[in-house]
């Protein structure tokens, strides 16, 4: 990247309290915009970028992207669970809750009888390591079966799906080619776990978030921008591991 794509950028209306930086990605073909957890700004751009191409493209996202970065800046602090029977945790959209049960060598996490069932652990971060461990097992088993049919309305080869910690980011294309989804998305309801599935396998064809990404997403999901504002409502208040 030269610095005339960074001044050129520098010379749009971006609001001053942003914090946002340029990256080359030799790879890339088109402008990539990511947006963190914090609302920090990253522009990954193609290591010939035309500045004047970038600025053009930056500047027909400007509203989209404030009102992402705004969301992102405002949003609550991450939700804590107290491991204490009656705690409420959601598995597909389903609420249940929790039962502490006493610890033995065959007790195991479970959803028995329409309640979820935790071996007393031994510390509020051992017993919040094994429901993350239960939810990434569960949710293996079902985006197992679930991805099949999706394969084949995106029109992309077959590929694994992986559960797994993924920190600020809900899902991701792999380097080995499996989509990876993080362990709590598996709270929410099948519609928006398919939405973060959909938007992966998307990637398979289309990197970026460009119209060209938007337009593959919506061919798969018509009602793709319901979606997204449900799953903008929801996903700041799923649960990924912090407890009291």
């Keep these: 990247m030269s610095v005339s794509v960074q001044q050129a950028i520098a010379s749009l209306p971006v609001p001053g309290e942003w914090t946002w930086r340029v ?14 957890e914090d609302g920090g700004v990253l522009f990954a ?11 053009a493209a930056v500047r027909s996202r400007l509203p989209r992207l404030a009102a992402e970065v705004r ?16 705690t409420g945790f959601s598995y597909l959209g389903r609420q249940h809750r929790l039962k502490v049960v006493p610890a033995g060598p065959d007790r195991r996490v479970r959803l028995h009888r329409g309640w979820l069932e935790l071996p007393r652990p031994r510390t509020p971060d051992d017993g919040a390591r094994r429901l993350a461990d239960w939810y990434v097992q569960c949710g293996n088993r079902w985006l197992a079966a679930r991805v099949v049919p999706w394969l084949a309305r995106v ?3 077959a590929r694994a799906v992986v559960v797994r910690d993924m920190g600020q980011r809900w899902g991701a294309r792999e380097p080995s080619g499996s989509i990876a989804v993080h362990w709590a998305v598996m709270q ?3 519609a928006l776990v398919d939405l973060v599935l959909v938007h992966e396998l998307c990637h398979v064809r289309v990197s970026g978030h460009g119209a060209p990404f938007r337009r593959e997403v919506r061919l798969v999901l018509p009602d793709a921008d319901e979606r997204e504002r449900r799953f903008a409502e929801e996903a700041p208040s799923l649960w990924r591991g912090a407890v009291k």
């Design 23 to 36: 990256v080359v990605r030799p790879k890339r073909r088109t402008l990539g915009i990511e947006v963190a």
């Design 45 to 55: 751009v193609p290591a010939d970028a035309d500045p004047a191409t970038v600025v």
């Design 155 to 157: 029109g992309v080869p």
């Design 188 to 190: 929410l309801p099948p």
């Design 71 to 86: 969301r992102r800046q405002t949003r609550t602090a991450e939700p804590l669970k107290e491991l204490v029977g009656g």
